[in-house]
């Protein structure tokens, strides 16, 4: 069994399209993220929520709307698509959210925006 | 300036030999290093996690060290396999427990 998953694998739209990221995790972990990997392959945060409520929002352009309806779900919603929004998004979790916990990571969803 | 650098970017080793990564961090103040082994088309995989006090951790044929007094680790493949051709990525963890993500290594492995 997948510990987290993100659907879809794959995702390419046009410009101004709305579109969604799902994720779960079911290792009932209370903290689960949303990062961003660039071009350069830096993984960024952008999100994290703890049971169900957000925690950190690292300056994240509005566009982009988390939505948690329980703890093993963290949902991504990107509103008026831009290019620079291309990237890989990896959803991930860990077991409470201490800085010394493991994070496990879904597969990664690749965004194409055209 | 990224508080993580790693290197090489990339390295080409043969089926069996070792070899040594690099990371340098300036994350000030400093909670934990992790590696982290990422698969093309795949999300990391924890491989170590270290505190202030660890000098060295190992996960099998993976063996971490870390000096935080220079603020550097290094992560040692052991008679390496073609499955550990993948990008290995250095975090640092400051007490906010806000992670420094490096751009990785990539590391191929030939036979």
């Known amino acids: 069994d997948t510990a987290v998953s993100q659907t879809p694998k794959y995702l390419v739209t046009q410009m101004g399209n709305d579109k969604s990221i799902k994720c779960e995790q079911n290792?009932?972990?209370?903290?689960m993220y949303w990062y961003k990997q660039d071009s350069k392959k830096f993984l960024k945060i952008m999100f994290s929520y703890n049971n169900k409520e957000l925690i950190i929002n690292e300056t994240v352009p509005n566009r982009f709307s988390p939505k948690s309806p329980d703890k093993a779900h963290l949902n991504l919603h990107i509103n008026s698509l831009e290019l620079g929004d291309s990237a890989v998004y990896f959803c991930?979790?860990?077991?409470?959210?201490?800085?010394?916990?493991?994070?496990?990571f879904g597969s990664g969803t690749q965004l194409s925006v055209l | 300036k990224n508080q993580v650098e790693q290197s090489p970017q990339s390295l080409i080793i043969l089926e069996g030999k070792n070899c040594t990564l690099q990371?340098?961090?300036?994350?000030?103040?400093?909670?934990?290093l992790r590696w982290y082994k990422q698969d093309t088309g795949r999300g990391p995989v924890s491989l170590t996690i270290m505190t202030f006090s660890e000098n060295t951790k190992s996960n099998g044929r993976y063996t971490a060290t870390l000096d935080a007094d220079t603020k550097q680790s290094s992560l040692h493949i052991t008679a390496s396999q073609l499955s550990d051709s993948a990008s290995y990525i250095c975090?640092?963890?400051?007490?906010?427990?806000?992670?420094?993500f490096g751009a990785g290594t990539t590391v191929t492995v030939r036979a």
């Open positions: 990371c340098n961090y300036t994350v000030s103040p400093f909670s934990n």
């Open positions: 991930a979790s860990s077991q409470v959210g201490g800085s010394n916990e493991k994070l496990f």
């Open positions: 290792l009932g972990h209370d903290t």
């Open positions: 975090v640092v963890s400051a007490n906010d427990y806000k992670l420094s």
